[in-house]
């Protein structure tokens, strides 16, 4: 149990077009969603935590005008990117926890996105 | 803010040898727990084993086991027999146990992380 997908898992797009991330709780209802953003070989670094229904909670330094976070359902959050630019080329992750499941947090597989 | 070190960038052990991957962070709390996740080459992030910070015993998995040394805020992984299969970027993660309603209720805060490399 406990299963988050992602899709696409890899995505190329041109410089100022916008991309959508899909992330899925397969099994159990999220009641709060994390996406993070991962260069290779460092850290997740989180960028907004989002609850359903509700807008989402950005970490400072991240541009929610870019980055838009939509949590329509308990079971799929959106990370929209607007108008890349290759320095957004990175992996995103995002984790989905309930509080049923102890808050745990469950990650998807990622999905790497390439701008050129 | 709570943080987390990673002091390691890169380990290396054989094969069936043991190895053991320091953590250390930092926090004004007394309720929290403490994680250790694997993200292999494949880049899916995989739970290795988790602490909760009032329990004294040190938690075990298997072939993985930590030592949890509350009062010194240190948190170290050791991998006992070793697998080719245990190659992967290991991270150290905090998260607060404070209730709904706190900024930052159920995030994990994460290390910079340590490349495991297992030689045969």
Known sequence: GAVVSQHPSWVICKSGTSVKIECRSLDFQATTMFWYRQFPKQSLMLMATSNEGSKATYEQGVEKDKFLINHASLTLSTLTVTSAHPEDSSFYICSASFRGKGNEQYFGPGTRLTVT | ?120
């Open chain 2, 1 to 120: 803010a709570q943080t987390v070190t990673q002091s390691q960038p890169e380990m290396s052990v054989q094969e069936a040898e043991t190895v053991t991957l320091s953590c250390t962070y930092d926090t004004s709390e007394s309720d929290y727990y403490l994680f250790w996740y694997k993200q292999p080459p494949s880049r899916q992030m995989i739970l290795v084993i988790r602490q909760e910070a009032y329990k004294q015993q040190n938690a075990t998995e298997n072939r993985f086991s930590v030592n949890f040394q509350k009062a010194a805020k240190s948190f170290s992984l050791k991998i006992s027999d070793s697998q080719l299969g245990d190659a992967a970027m290991y991270f150290c993660a905090y998260r607060s146990a404070l209730g709904a309603g706190g900024t930052s209720y159920g995030k994990l805060t994460f290390g910079q992380g340590t490349i495991l490399t297992v030689h045969p």
